[in-house]
């Protein structure tokens, strides 16, 4: 399986910056693509930021703007520039991955993983 790990969580001032890392390991034998959602306590999970391989980007329309994400192809690593933080962002934010593993020979299989997702706190 593919273990996905998220990090840069914490606690920052309105207007402050965070920099979110998530980084996917295993037997990956192709990125689709790799992307940011967020979920506050009682509200529904929603899409924060997406990446796919080729560099292709997509936004929530609340964030464009002040965050922007970004791909290291050879690592396997996504980030996430927080930028102008509202206290409306608070949530905590899982990364998302999409990939094709290796599973057997000359096999592969196309799934999705999730981090366990890291808080970030905006103050009011």
């Known amino acids: 399986q593919v273990e996905v790990v998220e990090s840069g969580g914490g606690l920052v001032q309105p207007g402050g910056s965070l920099r979110l890392s998530c980084a996917a390991s295993?037997?990956?034998?192709?990125?689709?693509?790799m992307g940011w959602y967020r979920q506050a306590p009682g509200k529904g999970r929603e899409l924060v930021a997406t990446?796919?391989?080729?560099?292709?980007?997509n936004y929530a329309d609340s964030v464009k703007g002040r965050f922007t994400i970004s791909l290291d192809n050879s690592k396997n690593t996504v980030f996430l520039q927080m930028n102008s933080l509202k206290p409306e962002d608070t949530a905590v934010y899982s990364c998302?991955?999409?990939?094709?593993?290796?599973?057997?020979?000359?096999?592969?299989?196309?799934?999705?993983?999730w981090g366990r997702g890291t808080q970030v706190t905006v103050s009011s």
């Open positions: 295993g037997n990956i034998f192709k990125l689709n693509q």
């Open positions: 998302k991955v999409q990939c094709w593993v290796r599973i057997g020979v000359n096999q592969q299989q196309y799934d999705t993983y």
């Open positions: 990446i796919t391989s080729g560099g292709s980007t």
